[in-house]
């Protein structure tokens, strides 16, 4: 069993650090807010003062943090002060270029970074089956495998430093335009006089099959159990939608990539998260569209 240092203990952290506790680790956790360290506290975990001192002798660092810019400067503060050889795994969804920062800060300290974002959300923190997209070294992943597999069910390599969050935003990209694809399709078949169950049933089984139409479905009483079922309570939040879709066309305008479809799913999420679409699941955004404007 490692000490396993864990900073930021938010909706996702909190219950992926019980799940290393509960698998008998020794964790030390810090985060900013009193009534996250309160939660970790009540779990039996080592409360540090400050981030640095969480991490004297961990052999794990991992942290779960909100963006890029706090991520960084919890690794400036972190990596001074961590154990050389310990393996340094950040799980936050972040852009690429801060990513690609936060490893070469590590390694340049004698740590074994990784970066570690992850799909599943909320749910699958506290079921441990979580989806982990890793980018570093061999070592690295060797290493920091055991926890990915006592955090989720599933951990892919994806190669060196930047590629987990790549992997992480490429994927999101393409569920934001196939929800909003999905939601167009059925706010037609509607206006045209088909029925949620036909339309359903035609499309789930024909070559518009997609996660969108066939695991979560935006329509309620279709389908498999879904936020469309529950007041489009989240599930994933548009909020965190529109988050990523930023993150992938940030990463696009670096690189140079023409991304039409995720700039203008990006565009939607900013209208539908700014308004009616507020703290709802991103599949929401099929109200949003039934009553936009033809453009
Ligand atoms: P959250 O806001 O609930 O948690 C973030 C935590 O970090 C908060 O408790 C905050 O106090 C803490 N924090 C902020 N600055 C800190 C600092 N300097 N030092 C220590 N702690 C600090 O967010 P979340 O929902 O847990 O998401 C975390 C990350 O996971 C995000 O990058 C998000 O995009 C990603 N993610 C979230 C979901 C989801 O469904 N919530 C799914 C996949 C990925």
Redesign the pocket.
């Known amino acids: 069993m490692s000490r396993i240092a864990f900073?930021?203990?938010?909706?996702?952290?909190l219950p992926m650090a019980v799940n290393l506790k509960k698998a008998g680790h020794d964790l030390v956790v810090?985060?900013?807010?009193a009534a996250?360290r309160e939660k970790a506290g009540a779990e039996g975990m080592t409360i540090a003062e400050n981030?640095a001192a969480a991490v004297g002798n961990a052999a794990f660092i991992i942290t779960?943090?909100?963006?890029g810019a706090?991520a960084l400067?919890?690794f400036e503060d972190v990596v001074p002060a961590a154990r050389k050889g310990a393996a340094i795994i950040d799980c936050?969804?972040?852009d690429v270029g801060s990513a690609k920062k936060a490893h070469e800060m590590a390694s340049a300290a004698g740590l074994l970074p990784l970066d570690a974002?992850?799909?599943g959300?909320?749910g699958g923190a506290a079921a441990g089956t979580l989806t982990f997209m890793v980018g570093g070294s061999d070592a690295a992943f060797e290493m920091a495998k055991p926890l990915f597999d006592t955090m989720g069910q599933k951990a892919v390599h994806c190669g060196e430093a930047g590629t987990g969050q790549a992997a992480k935003i490429c994927n999101n990209m393409l569920l934001g335009i196939s929800m909003i694809g999905a939601c167009e399709a059925f706010a037609l078949a509607e206006k045209l006089g088909l029925s949620a169950q036909a339309a359903f049933d035609v499309i789930s089984t024909s070559s518009g099959a997609c996660w969108s139409v066939n695991t979560y479905c935006p329509v309620p009483g279709i389908g498999p159990q879904s936020p469309a079922d529950n007041d489009y309570k989240p599930g994933?939040a548009a909020e965190?939608m529109l988050?990523d879709l930023g993150l992938s066309q940030e990463a696009a305008a670096q690189v140079g990539q023409s991304t039409p479809m995720g700039l203008n799913a990006r565009q939607l999420y900013d209208r539908f998260a700014s308004g009616s679409g507020a703290g709802k699941d991103f599949s929401g955004i099929i109200e949003y569209l039934k009553t936009a404007a033809r453009s």
């Open positions: 900073i930021g203990l938010g909706n996702m952290g810090y985060d900013t807010i996250a981030a779960m943090l909100p963006n706090i400067r919890v936050s969804t972040i974002p992850v799909s959300g909320i994933f965190l988050k």
